[in-house]
């Protein structure tokens, strides 16, 4: 699986992202948004108070390997566990990946499906 793909089952599919895999991707998010604060201990402490980041060792695990690891293995998985749920909205002219599921226009080739309804 891409690394597009899987970062747009994530984004659009997160509902069905387990316990450990939110807390994962919660975790990716904090401290992607910490950023060079990382440093700063009382920070960090305010943020795992709040549990935007993770000590958890099975959370921890899930992301040892980097964050596209974490996101093809996490899109696999819910693809598998989920495919009736999962609409992979691909351009019917480049058979590109659009941006978001409910999308009518197509970013790379420009075109478009307005009129035409979602399959369900």
Known sequence: MDK?????????YGGLLNDYERKAYQHILSMSKLGWRRKNKKLLKAYESKGWISTDPKVLELIKNGTEEF???T???ILNDH???IFINNCS???KLT?????RQCRH???KWFDE???E
Request: glycine share 4%.
């Open 83 to 85: 495919n009736e749920q």
């Open 99 to 103: 941006r978001t599921p409910e999308a």
């Open 4 to 12: 597009e793909l899987a970062k747009y089952i994530i984004k659009y």
């Open 71 to 73: 996101f093809r293995i």
């Open 109 to 111: 080739c420009g075109n």
């Open 93 to 95: 002219k480049c058979k």
């Open 75 to 77: 899109a696999q998985r």
């Open 117 to 119: 309804s979602k399959p």
